[in-house]
């Protein structure tokens, strides 16, 4: 069955108190840059640095009786909040990863109490051994992005923005499998179907893009990319997001590594916000000029803080990158 709003609003009331509330900010210098009233949801703010908690804690309110133990095959943000959210309801959490997680990712998630599963050279073989995994007694799958409550969860964000600021015209939703853009798009036109909602996302690797265009769910090679969040696939098999996102989003824009480079600079220096690379494709449209023209209030969701420390000091500094083969030119901000 499809979801609908009432999934949103039972979600919303499964995670409150579990999650932040997170405000939504107006940004001056974004507002003068676009020229209309801009704002920023704040989901740098949740404790797990994303606002994916918001999704796997309605995920983990609703598992099949006998449940015992949560997986999933995640090394970010997405594992971070499965391993939050179990040790909240006191079952235990199972990560899957490869061995070619880097450490720091591995004693992120172990300090939440969860346990690691280091199987294979690749996601591949961490996502097979986590389908195993869960066909055994008392364990439950939660998928990123792919499932009914992750998706009403994270459309709860779409509901406090409607509630906080009403007039709201457009909703930029940064886009990688699809989760976040499905539910927040459902909850924001069901209550005010006038809202635009326009996905972004980067131009390298691009799944969910890549799958509408094609109007069916397709692979592409994955890239390094500063936005490492928006890194993936959307599954072949892929049930409820591709379908919402297909029918929901009014656009789809890709920016590219160097204006993500740029809108990472920008709100650090003008907002003072840390966010990662995810996070600002937003403000990176905006600024490229890459947006239609807007008539009223327009938002984004500052979706993850959880960035590579090193990396970040290289960009907020305008050195160089290395993504993979592609060398960054780095560029001081200037305003
Ligand atoms: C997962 C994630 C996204 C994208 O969410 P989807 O539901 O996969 O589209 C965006 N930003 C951050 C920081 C994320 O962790």
Redesign the pocket.
């Known amino acids: 069955m499809d979801l609908t709003l009432a999934d949103v609003f039972a979600a919303q009331r499964a995670i409150r108190g579990k999650v932040v509330r997170a405000p939504l900010l107006p940004s001056p210098f974004l507002t003068q840059k676009s020229g209309v009233p801009f704002y920023l949801k704040m989901e740098t703010m949740q404790p797990t640095g994303?606002?994916?908690l918001r999704g796997a804690t309605n995920a983990a309110e609703n598992v099949p009786a006998g449940t015992t133990t949560l997986t999933c095959c995640s090394t970010?943000?997405?594992g971070r909040s499965v391993a939050y959210a179990a040790r909240a309801r006191d079952f235990k959490a199972l990560i899957c990863m490869s061995s070619l997680v880097p450490q720091t990712k591995i004693d992120g998630i172990k300090a939440l109490g969860a346990d690691i599963r280091i199987v294979g050279d690749s996601q591949d073989e961490a996502l097979a051994e986590c389908r195993r995994l869960s066909k055994e007694p008392g364990v439950t799958e939660i998928s990123?992005?792919d499932d009914r409550f992750v998706i009403a969860g994270?459309g709860t964000i779409g509901l406090e923005i409607l509630e906080d600021l009403p007039e709201i015209e457009t909703l930029l939703v940064?886009?990688?499998?699809?989760?976040?853009?499905a539910g927040v798009a459902l909850a924001a036109k069901s209550i005010k179907p006038s809202v635009r909602v326009i996905g972004l996302t980067m131009d390298r690797g691009a799944a969910?893009h890549a799958s509408i265009n094609a109007d069916h769910p397709v692979e592409v090679p994955e890239v390094p990319s500063l936005a490492d969040?928006?890194g993936g696939g959307i599954g072949l098999d892929n049930r409820c997001?591709f379908r919402m996102c297909r029918k929901l989003l009014d656009d789809v824009i890709l920016v590219s590594e160097e204006e993500i480079y740029r809108a990472v600079q920008t709100l650090y220096y003008e907002d003072s916000h840390i966010a990662?690379g995810?996070?600002v494709v937003g403000i990176a449209a905006l600024i490229a000029g890459k947006l239609p023209q807007q008539n009223g209030a327009i938002a984004t969701i500052l979706?993850?803080r959880?960035v590579d420390m090193a990396e970040f000091t290289k960009v907020v500094t305008g050195r160089d990158i290395h993504l993979g083969d592609l060398r960054l030119k780095g560029v001081p901000y200037a305003a």
């Open positions: 994303a606002f994916k970010g943000n997405h990123p992005f994270q940064p886009l990688s499998g699809g989760g976040l853009a969910m969040s928006l997001s990662e995810a996070s979706t993850g959880n």
